[in-house]
């Protein structure tokens, strides 16, 4: 079997890696440490689920919002088992630490429930929908309607959930941190050079004006469910407080991702995968300022990068 799509995606990870440049190191050791972590709680035995749920639902958001599927499915050779080796490398340095503790069977139970993923087919509907949503939304903020426009079930559905549930311990938060992942995967499509240079401003205020435009919907959206759950469970008044800086650094987070790579009318699917691994890693308490520093590392290569676009 070739297996043509973990080779792009390894060239694609190549690319990526020296682009970071010194800032890989940090990565490296990020990603070492979280293998220990799984080889740990695969030793014990104690929160080894946790491990193989993460994985499990880090590779179908990636099943659920990746763009390339209708093509795949058609025109690559045995689609399902390419794109199963794109999920089973993925998980591989965490899970083949399971292989050498007393918790071995969970490397195989993770190994079938990645090979059923790539079975889930998902299709999005071409038909504007909320066409005056632009009267509600600055058509400047164009990631915010059109995302919201192929992803309003979804969105709409989660956002309810965490309103009806507001008033439990951990469940709105979430509920609200999945909707983070749904709003990040806006940003996976870059704008035309027309519609970049439209604001006439230099690099370094376009992205802060648009750092600042995007976060105040994240806080508008999240602070009165964030409020009411403070309310009817005050124990958790430290974690709510962090909720939504956290939220927000994601979000800065993925603007400076999609800009530090921009080309124009380019589609970005594999800056994806990274930002769905840092939203999962953010429900680890002790990476939760990961996103913060990731953010203002990617704020200089997004303006250093927009500087060629934008004549600055």
Same mark, same amino acid.
């Given at each position: 079997m070739q297996?043509?799509l973990?080779y792009?995606?390894l060239?694609?990870?190549q690319?990526?890696?020296?682009?970071l440049g010194?800032?890989?190191?940090?990565?490296?050791?990020i990603a070492?440490y979280l293998?220990l972590v799984?080889?740990?709680?695969?030793?014990?035995?104690?929160?080894?689920y946790?491990?193989?749920?993460?994985?499990v639902i880090?590779c179908?958001a990636?099943q659920?919002?990746?763009?390339?599927?209708?093509?795949?499915?058609?025109h690559?050779?045995k689609?399902?088992?390419?794109?199963?080796?794109?999920?089973?490398?993925i998980?591989?340095?965490?899970?083949?630490?399971?292989?050498?503790?007393?918790?071995?069977?969970?490397?195989?139970?993770?190994?079938?429930?990645?090979?059923?993923i790539p079975? @889930?087919? #998902?299709?999005v509907r071409k &038909?504007?929908i909320?066409k005056n949503?632009?009267r509600?939304i600055? !058509?400047? %903020?164009?990631e915010w309607i059109s995302?919201f426009?192929?992803?309003?079930?979804?969105?709409?559905?989660?956002?309810l959930?965490?309103?009806?549930?507001c008033?439990?311990r951990?469940?709105?938060?979430?509920?609200?941190?999945?909707?983070?992942t749904?709003?990040?995967?806006?940003y996976?499509?870059?704008?035309?050079?027309?519609?970049?240079?439209?604001?006439g401003?230099?690099?370094g205020?376009?992205l802060?004006?648009k750092?600042?435009?995007?976060?105040?919907y994240?806080?508008?959206?999240?602070?009165?469910l964030?409020?009411i759950?403070?309310?009817?469970?005050?124990g958790?008044?430290?974690?709510n407080l962090?909720?939504?800086?956290v939220q927000?650094?994601? @979000?800065? #987070?993925?603007?400076g991702? &999609?800009y530090s790579?921009?080309?124009p009318?380019?589609?970005q699917? !594999?800056n %994806?995968?990274?930002?769905t691994?840092?939203?999962?890693?953010?429900?680890?308490p002790?990476?939760l300022?990961?996103?913060?520093v990731?953010?203002?590392?990617?704020?200089y290569?997004?303006?250093?990068?927009l500087?060629?676009y934008?004549?600055?």
């Amino acid at each position: 079997m070739q297996l043509t799509l973990l080779y792009i995606r390894l060239k694609q990870l190549q690319r990526e890696l020296r682009s970071l440049g010194m800032y890989m190191i940090a990565i490296a050791a990020i990603a070492l440490y979280l293998i220990l972590v799984s080889f740990s709680q695969f030793e014990t035995g104690r929160h080894a689920y946790y491990i193989v749920g993460g994985l499990v639902i880090i590779c179908v958001a990636l099943q659920f919002y990746r763009k390339d599927t209708s093509f795949i499915y058609k025109h690559v050779d045995k689609p399902h088992l390419q794109i199963f080796s794109e999920y089973a490398a993925i998980s591989l340095p965490f899970s083949v630490t399971a292989i050498f503790t007393k918790s071995w069977m969970y490397f195989p139970l993770l190994a079938t429930l990645l090979f059923l993923i790539p079975y @889930l087919k #998902f299709s999005v509907r071409k &038909k504007t929908i909320f066409k005056n949503l632009s009267r509600v939304i600055p !058509a400047m %903020n164009f990631e915010w309607i059109s995302g919201f426009r192929k992803s309003f079930i979804l969105f709409i559905g989660v956002y309810l959930l965490a309103v009806a549930f507001c008033w439990f311990r951990i469940l709105p938060l979430f509920l609200l941190w999945f909707l983070t992942t749904i709003i990040i995967s806006f940003y996976s499509e870059c704008e035309s050079i027309q519609v970049l240079r439209e604001s006439g401003e230099t690099a370094g205020k376009f992205l802060l004006h648009k750092l600042y435009r995007h976060s105040i919907y994240i806080v508008i959206l999240y602070t009165p469910l964030i409020l009411i759950n403070t309310i009817f469970n005050p124990g958790y008044l430290l974690i709510n407080l962090l909720f939504v800086p956290v939220q927000v650094a994601l @979000l800065c #987070f993925a603007i400076g991702l &999609k800009y530090s790579s921009y080309r124009p009318n380019s589609m970005q699917t !594999a800056n %994806n995968m990274l930002l769905t691994i840092i939203a999962f890693l953010v429900s680890l308490p002790y990476l939760l300022p990961l996103p913060a520093v990731l953010s203002f590392l990617y704020f200089y290569k997004a303006r250093n990068n927009l500087k060629y676009y934008l004549n600055d």
